[in-house]
Structures are given as C-alpha cells and as structure tokens.
C-alpha cells in the first residue's frame, strides 16, 4: 500500500489526530487533517516539540513508514470534551482503526506476557486465523506462507524472540518479508512487523503485528535491481551521490575500483579515484568538474547532465579513453538533490573517429590530387560552383553564368570539334536530367579532347555524379581529369600489343616449322634404324653386312639422342628455365675429362687433338663446370664433325685480364676442317641453321648446338666468336669472367694425340650386383658386361638388391649398377640402405647409377643417397667400361652432366 493511501486513509478518521515523526531528524514526515485542526502549527517538514501540549494525552508507537520503510514514531491524540484523554484503552482503539485498520491488511494485537492473542483485524484478502490461542493461530499463520519463509517467520516473530528484542533499551520494530498465499490462490510478498506496545495497567507486554501486500514495491525493486545490473554491466560502476550529505552508493563491475578503499565520504573517494584511476594530464579537468562542490555550482547554473571526456586506467593498467557521466536526480521528500554518476568506455569510439577523420581528410586530399576540376550543380535552378581550379585548363571567366551557359560554352569554345555531337548528347543538361531521373543510372562519364590554356588539344575524363534527387532538386558532382599521358600510354601499349601478337604469329609459324623439321630430323634416323635393322634380318648369315648395318644403326640413334638433348636444352633456354650451379671447381679435372671424351672420338677419323694451358691460368675457379664442359664439347664435337680425316682440332686457355679476384679466361676452339661462307656466319647462332653441304646432310645435326652454346654463354656473362674461311677452318672464341678461388697456376702440359691401339679392359675375376627392373634392358647390361669377363648377379627391384648384398659376404661384390626408377623399392632407396648396413663394405662399395633420368636434380639426390657415378641410358659401352674401371681401381667418378 502506498503513502499515498494510508495517507487518504488516516485523513478519513476524522476523531483521531495523528503525527508521523522522523527519528533521525525529529522532522514530522505526515501530519493528519485532525492533528492540524487541533495544532495549526504542525506541518511536514517541521520539527516535533510536543505541539500538543499537556492537555492532550498522547499515545506513541514505533513504526516504518512509506515504502522506503523509514524508521519513525506515530503519534496519536483524541482529545476529550475538557481536551483530556479519560480512558487510554479508547485511545489505542480510535488509533489502530484510523492508522492501522485502514493501512494495512491484517492487524494483530498479543500480549506476550500472557502468550494471548486479544484482536485480530484483517482486510479479507487472505484466510484469516480463527484460533485465539498463540500457538494456534502462529501454526495457522505459518501454513499459509511459503514454505522457503516458515522456518524464518517462526524465529523472528516466535514469542520468547519478541520478549527478547523488545527487552532492549533501544527496542525497535521487528521485520521480515516473505510470501503468502491469498484467497486467490496465489502467492503474495507481505511485510510483517511486530511494534513494541507500551505495558498496559496491569503490567502486560504488549505488542501490534502489522502485515502489508507488498507486490508492488517488490516487483519495483526487481526491475530496479534488474536495471541496476544492466547498467552495471553496461557502465562497469554506479555511484549514487547525495549532494546535501556527501555520502554516496556505489555499484561496481569494474575491477579498476576493486583497489580503492570503501568510503562513505564521497569527497575522500573521489580524491583516491582521480589520483588512482584518471590519467595524470586530465586529473585537473576531472577534479574541476567532478568534486561536490564544482557539481553543486554546475547544477545551480542550471545543468542537468555533466559530461567529460578523459584517458581512465582499467584493472589491466592501460589508460583507455572513457565518457564521465553525471546525472541530476532530483529529491522531491527533501527538496535536495542526488548526482546518479558513471561512465563508458569509448575508446574504440575514439579510434574509430579518429581514424573517420583521417580517411576523411585522406579522401578530400586524394580526390582534389586526383582531379583537375570538381565543380558542384543543381541541374534544375542552374546553380552551380567550383571546387577547384588549375591554371592551365580553359574555364569560362565570364560573371554570374549558369550551369545551362557554361556547358553550352564548353561545347562551343572547348571541346573538340569532331567530338562535340557526342558530349552533347551525353553530357549536355537535358541528356543528364533524363539519364538521372529514370534512376537507372547515377553515374555518367565521357572522355573527349578539350582545349588547353597553351591552345593544345589534351584527352580529358569527365565524370558527372548523382549526389542526391528529389521532386524540386537534381544535385550533381562533376569531375575533370587530364588523362592524355595515360591515353598516350594506352596507345603505346597497344602498339606494344600488335606487335606482341605480330611476334605470336611470328612464332606460331616458327613453331610450326620447327615441328615440320623435327618431324623430318626424327623420322630419317627412324628410318635409318628401322631400315638397317630389317636388312641386317635378311642378312644374318653376312657378318660384314650385319656390322655395317649396326655400326649405322649406333650412328643414327647417337643422332636422335643429341637431337633429343639439344631439343630439351633449347626449351628450357627459351622459357627461362636455365640456371647455374656456380660451385669451385678444379679447371685441370675438366680438361682431363675432355681430353679423353675428345681423344676417343679423334682416334676414329685419326685426327690429331690437342689442349695447351698457358702459365697464369689458375687452377681452381668458381663457376658452373658443367655448363663450360657444355659448351666446350659442343665446339669441339662441330670441329671434330666437320674435319677431314687426318685433321688437326686444338683447345687452347689463355688468361685476357684479372681484376678484384675475377679472371677473363679465353678458350679458342680452332681446326682445319671445311669452314664457312660469309653468308652463313651472320646466321650462325640461330636455331635450326646450318650450311647444306654438297652431297646432302648425313645427320649432321639439329642445328640447335651453336645457338645453344651462344645462350649459355650469355648465361654466364661471356662472349662467344667466330673466325672462318671456307675450305681453310674455323677458330671459335669463348671469353667467360670467372672468380678465382687461388693464387696457385694450374699449368696443364699440351696433350697431343694420335691413333693409338685400343686397350683391352679385363674385368676377369670381379663380380658386380647389376638392378634394373626392365627385362630387355637387364639383357643388354649383363650381355655388355659379361662381354669384358665380369661376373653378373642380378636383382630386380631395390629390395632385392638390399637383400642380395646384405646376405653376401663382405667383399662378395666388387661394385653395384643401380637402375633409380623401380618398383617395390626405388635405387636411392636401396643405395641409402645399402650405405646404412653394418658391415665393412657398405660405405666402399662403389654404386653407379644407370638410369635414363637425366636430370641434374635427380643427380644431385643420387648423390646424396650414397651413389658414386652416374651413367645416363642410353649408356654407352665404352663409358660404360671406362667408369667401371675407374671404380674398381678406386678413382674418382666421372660426374653427371648436369641436365634441367
């Protein structure tokens, strides 16, 4: 029940006079209709003095008033015909039916010293207890409550409890709440209180139970503790400070005001909270504003919310950017106010501004970069004004024109002549409002020449903007941009263009015929072989037949093998995919293996081959051996290709010049063979070129070998010449920058050779492990082999191999040819495993690749899995002997050609 009502209800007892008094204070909280007939002087607000004087006989109770459950007295007077209260009883009668009757919903008077109940008044909202005894009515009391309140109901109102409490010096009301169960059948918050009576003539204790609904006030603090917390959670604190006292209530979430101290002064919290929590330059912001004093002046000049902006420490000790808010709540009881205080994070909200007007002003910056004119229109009052300007475009200079003048100027005086039809059907202001209105459109764009401030035609980008659009307005950006250097660069880039497809075509006929060449180079060893080999069928019983046969039969498949290594080689040359091993290497080893690579060769048309080395040619340099041995062999090959029998073929390495540790070292490649004509010297180095020689072509070659010793050259930084004459020779000259590793020369006596009988290899007695997965292949390794008396065991797979070797005794085999590509278990699989093993020839075996992957890379990993050599199917035999018997003499391998 509201204030409001038990007021209105006391008011309506007309014979009793009735004051509600503050105990704090000593202020009156209520004075009754009847207490102010009877003291006009008395009236909320003032002090309480005994107004009614000594021929009243008063009655005083303690009671809490309102729903904020104040602590207060209530003052009762009836004042008798002579103004005497005769009869004490009447009064504690006419004072319950005026104040309590109508108050509150049930009324229960009890003598404690007899344990008696004497009245019992209730409102009929719930089922009133018909026992007389305490006992009985306590029992039917409890059961209509909740069963969660009983057991406290029961000990706070039990009667030895009450004697107890009331026995005090400062006895006071006891109170609790709980619920009850109506006559509707629900359950209803109650307030109950027992009140300390004064003792009556006889010396009783006596004492008034009052129970009040309370749904109204609970469901209010509810939803207040609700949004308490909400805002809690919300804000991370609440302060309630009232300005008249200085005290406040705080209700925090945020653990940065777990470290201050409670405090009920507000002005020593608020000191703790700024020198604790606000950053040190805004301490003095925040004290000017927020200290009781500076928030009093504040709000008598008539503010109602204060507000600052400041950097606050949070509970991890990183000052973030908060809003500091300050709610005035007035007070309407006391005529005061309070100050509801608290704050938001806006950190976030900062950055977020903060970098809004950065790329604001990013943006204003890069569109007035960007453009030349920017002008703004409203297309319908013709209004329209520059943004901005530059010098040297054309602009109407004449005063206070229109939007529909000034286009129809720039039609006439700027724009190109051959263009104007075209800007005046897109861009002139009928053309604009139509495109703009049918809102399918809301952005036009034109490029057109206008003409310059120095009388020169420049390509423009015009660009008109629908900015917004109503029933009264069409307002529009336009937007100028020189683009003649980019118009320009477009056309060199379709210049660029056609040429580029003009080369593709180019290329696609030059692939074509390239095609159509490899197709003939191909197919006429092809037919070679297939040819010899179907005559060598038919003359099986002709030995001399069958070897001329076969000895052409080696000839045109060393031809496809070059075709298809020169092929490959150029491919990757022209995509790009080329690349150095730059490494040290030992120049005197190269040569060595040239010499004998070249030596064999010579000895078949008995031409004499030497290498001469000059003194100050070092030893050890840093570069790509391989590439070198490369190009070298492919120089050396033409001239001992294209010499005479009984011809003279040298390789001479001489030193042109040395600075900062790098060396220019020559190579001149020179014979006496057939040579070249003019004509066929300027186009020597490109693909598929060579010089038809009388007689036809016998496999002369692809024609890619110069042109790619030419590229590989360039790779390396080098120079490659030519000096010939026809029917006199050739000289070719090779200049590659080299870095040299050591000081020490590396002189290499000249080396000349003529035929000399061949050596007989014997391998009598030695025993190698052959694996290779490939039947036909197995047969001509063990056939080669056991040619030169080598004993041949053979496993068909890695796993085999492994097993084979790993039961044999050691020293058992004296080397192992490994093919890489099997099944079941690869070769660098078993070469690793083979190495792994505990046994004393696992790591002195030689292991020899003969493979067909003629990758570098594949080589490298051979390498690294324990492999010494590395042969390329097809293999040849002589290779083949020559590096068996550097293997089994424990000489240093002959490596891999390095292939992409």
């Known amino acids: 029940m509201s204030v409001f009502t038990k007021e209105s209800q006391i008011n309506g007892h007309a014979d009793a006079a009735v004051i509600v008094v503050r105990k704090e ?43 904020e459950k ?78 969660d309140d009983r057991d406290g109901f029961a000990r706070h109102f039990g009667r030895e409890n009450l004697i107890r409490e009331f026995s005090a010096e400062d006895a006071g009301p006891v109170y609790r709440e709980g619920r009850r169960i109506g006559k509707d059948g629900q359950y209803h918050w109650i307030s109950m209180q027992a009140l300390p009576m004064t003792e009556d003539e006889s010396g009783d204790r006596m004492t008034v139970f009052l129970l009040s609904t309370i749904d109204k006030r609970k469901t209010l603090e509810q939803e207040t503790r609700m949004m308490t917390n909400s805002m809690v959670s919300l804000f991370g604190e609440l302060l309630l400070v009232d300005m008249k006292t200085g005290k406040f209530i705080a209700r925090k979430s945020d653990e940065a005001m777990n470290s201050l101290e409670e405090q009920e002064d507000f002005a020593q919290f608020n000191r703790m909270y700024g020198e604790r929590l606000v950053h040190p330059d805004n301490r003095k912001k925040f004290f000017e504003m927020f200290t009781i004093p500076n928030m009093r002046k504040q709000i008598e000049e008539g503010k109602r919310q204060l507000n600052m902006e400041l950097r606050r420490r949070n509970s991890e000790g990183e000052y973030r950017w908060c809003e500091l808010i300050g709610i005035v709540m007035d ?48 297309l319908n009052s013709g209004y329209f004004r520059f943004w901005k300007q530059t010098d040297d475009i054309l602009y109407d200079k004449r005063a206070s024109v229109n939007l529909e003048k000034h286009v129809e100027w720039c039609i006439n005086t700027k724009i190109h ?126 030995p001399d037949k069958i070897a001329d046969c076969l000895e052409k039969i080696g000839v045109s498949a060393k031809f496809l093998l070059s075709l298809i290594n020169d092929v490959l080689d150029m491919s990757r040359i022209e995509n790009g995919k080329m690349e150095l091993d730059l490494k040290p290497f030992d120049l005197n080893g190269l040569l060595e293996q040239l010499t004998v690579i070249c030596e064999e060769q010579s000895k078949r048309k008995e031409q004499e081959f030497t290498v001469e080395v000059s003194p100050d040619v070092g030893r050890r340099y840093m570069g790509d051996s391989l590439r070198i041995q490369q190009v070298l062999m492919n120089l050396l090959g033409n001239s001992m290709k294209y010499t005479k029998e009984r011809g003279h073929i040298s390789l001479r390495i001489d030193r042109a010049s040395a600075e900062a540790g790098r060396e220019k070292l020559v190579f001149c490649v020179k014979d006496d063979g057939i040579g070249m004509s003019k004509e066929f010297r300027e186009r020597l180095f490109e693909p598929f070129e060579q010089e038809h020689l009388e007689g036809g072509r016998v496999f002369e070659g692809s024609g890619l070998g110069l042109s790619i010793t030419q590229n590989l050259v360039r790779l390396m930084n080098g120079q490659i010449s030519v000096e010939s004459e026809k029917d006199k020779g050739s000289c070719f000259i ?23 009988p061949e050596a007989k290899v014997d391998f009598s007695g030695k025993r190698v492990l052959l694996v290779e997965d490939n039947e036909l292949n197995m047969e001509i390794a063990k056939s080669l082999l056991e040619m030169k008396n080598l004993l041949v065991e053979s496993a068909w797979n890695g796993a085999e191999a492994v097993s084979v070797f790993e039961h044999a005794q050691p020293g058992y085999f004296h080397a192992v040819l490994m093919d890489i590509r099997m099944p079941v278990m690869s070769g660098l699989e078993a070469a690793s495993r083979i190495r792994s093993l505990d046994r004393a020839d696992a790591q002195t075996i030689p292991i020899i690749a003969m493979t067909a992957n003629a990758f570098w890379q594949e080589a490298k990993k051979a390498e690294e899995a324990g ?25 240093r391998l002959i490596q891999p050609r390095k292939e992409e």
């Open 25 to 67: 204070d000593n202020r009156i909280l209520f004075c009754s209709e009847a207490a102010k007939s009877l003291v006009p002087e008395a009236g909320a607000g003032k002090l309480y003095g005994g107004l009614f004087g000594k021929d009243v006989e008063t009655h005083t109770a303690s009671i809490e008033w309102g729903e």
């Open 70 to 147: 104040t602590p207060a007295y209530v003052v009762t007077a009836v004042p008798g015909k002579k103004g005497v209260m005769k009869d004490r009883q009447m009064v504690m009668d006419m004072t319950m039916d005026a104040l309590l009757g109508k108050a509150f919903d049930e009324i229960v008077y009890m003598n404690l010293t007899r344990d008696k109940i004497v009245m019992v008044r209730e409102s009929g909202m719930y089922e009133a207890a018909r026992q007389q005894s305490r006992e009985g009515f306590e029992k039917e009391f409890l059961r209509t409550l909740h069963s």
């Open 331 to 378: 007070n309407d009881l006391s005529g005061d106010y309070k100050v509801f205080l608290t704050f938001r994070d806006i950190d976030e909200l900062r950055k977020a501004q903060r970098e809004k007007k950065n790329a604001d002003t990013r943006f204003v910056a890069a569109v007035n970069s960007f453009y030349d004119t920017i002008y703004e229109a409203e």
């Open 417 to 542: 002549p051959d263009y104007k039809a075209a800007y005046k059907e897109k861009l002139d202001i009928p053309s604009i409002k139509k495109a703009f209105e049918c809102g399918e459109k809301k952005e036009l764009s034109l490029e057109v020449p206008e003409l310059c401030a120095d009388g020169k035609y420049r390509w423009f980008s015009v660009q008109v903007q629908l900015l917004y659009r109503d029933e009264d307005e069409i307002r529009i950006m336009v937007y100028v941009k020189n683009i003649d250097d980019a118009r320009k660069e477009e056309e060199r880039k379709n210049e660029e263009l056609r040429e580029a497809l003009n080369l593709a075509n180019q290329a696609s006929v030059a692939k074509s015929e390239f095609l159509s060449r490899m197709s003939h180079d191909i197919r006429s060893p092809m037919n070679a072989i297939l040819g010899m080999t179907a005559i060598a069928a038919e003359n099986l019983e002709k």
């Open 734 to 756: 090779v200049t590659v920058p080299l870095e040299r590793m050591e000081d020490e020369t590396g002189e290499m006596p000249a080396r000349k050779n003529r035929p000399e």
């Open 867 to 891: 492999i010494n050599g590395y042969l390329t199917k097809p293999v040849e035999p002589e290779v083949l002997y020559r590096t068996l018997e550097k293997a089994l003499s424990g000489k």
